[in-house]
């Protein structure tokens, strides 16, 4: 149930790229993208709501595929304040609750 | 943005003794508010769905009468854990919905999170 990212950790170098995949087994209604420093709450990023939606400017954007089964976040020419945990959460209802999940996370690192 | 709060943001308590945890949000009314866990280097775990005014919902294997919640006001969302032990030391974060959010596409708002240490 719980949306599973890959990959789990990540080292960059300052100005390289990378992206962050969120992968569900079931439809999503939404995915949102969070990044958590430690020891404080996540920070809202973006939302994505349509299959085939991307969006985000051209340092961080994010994508939704038709099936809204993935989302990939992706991070360009990065910078050290990009380092961090990056989670993908959206909502589901089960058995008649609304509930909001994140999925397992990943450990981004940007070196100097 | 709207802003939630959270109290205390560190606790250290005995093994024994109950913890109450404040989620407030200051500047718009939250019918639901969710509690979770982290712990080091892990996700998110949601713990329980509050709703104003009604039970909360827990998630499989989170134990209501270890983990107390109240949700009293559209505002204000409690989180007791009582008789704390060491395995229950953790960061408790909260978070809330605005009540127009509901079935449209909505952010969360966390607070800042509570660090609970048992010792």
């Known amino acids: 149930q719980q949306p599973v990212q890959s990959p789990q950790a990540v080292i960059l170098r300052e100005g390289e790229d990378a992206v962050i995949n969120c992968s569900s087994s079931?439809?999503?209604?939404?995915v949102h993208w969070y990044r958590q420093k430690h020891g404080e709450a996540p920070v809202f990023l973006m939302i994505l709501l349509k299959g085939g939606e991307q969006k985000g400017h051209e340092k961080i954007s994010a994508s939704f595929n038709e099936k809204k089964q993935q989302s990939s976040l992706y991070l360009t020419a990065s910078q050290l304040s990009y380092s961090g945990t990056y989670f993908c959460g959206t909502s589901m209802v089960t058995s008649g609750t609304y509930k909001y999940i994140f999925g397992t996370g990943t450990r981004l690192k940007v070196l100097a | 943005g709207a802003v939630v709060s959270q109290h205390p943001s560190r606790v250290i308590c005995k093994s024994g003794t109950s913890v109450k945890i404040e989620c407030r949000s200051l500047d718009f009314q939250a019918t639901t508010m969710f509690w979770y866990r982290q712990f080091p280097k892990k996700s998110l775990m949601l713990m329980a769905t509050?709703?104003?005014?009604?039970?909360?919902?827990?998630e499989q294997g989170v134990e209501k009468d270890k983990f107390l919640i109240n949700h009293a006001s559209l505002t204000l969302s409690t989180l007791t854990v009582t008789s704390a032990h060491p395995e229950d030391s953790s960061f408790y974060i909260c978070s809330a919905m605005n009540l127009a959010g509901i079935g449209t596409h909505y952010e969360q708002y966390f607070g800042p999170g509570t660090r609970l240490t048992v010792t």
């Open positions: 509050s709703n104003e005014g009604s039970k909360a919902t827990y």
């Open positions: 079931k439809a999503l209604y939404s």
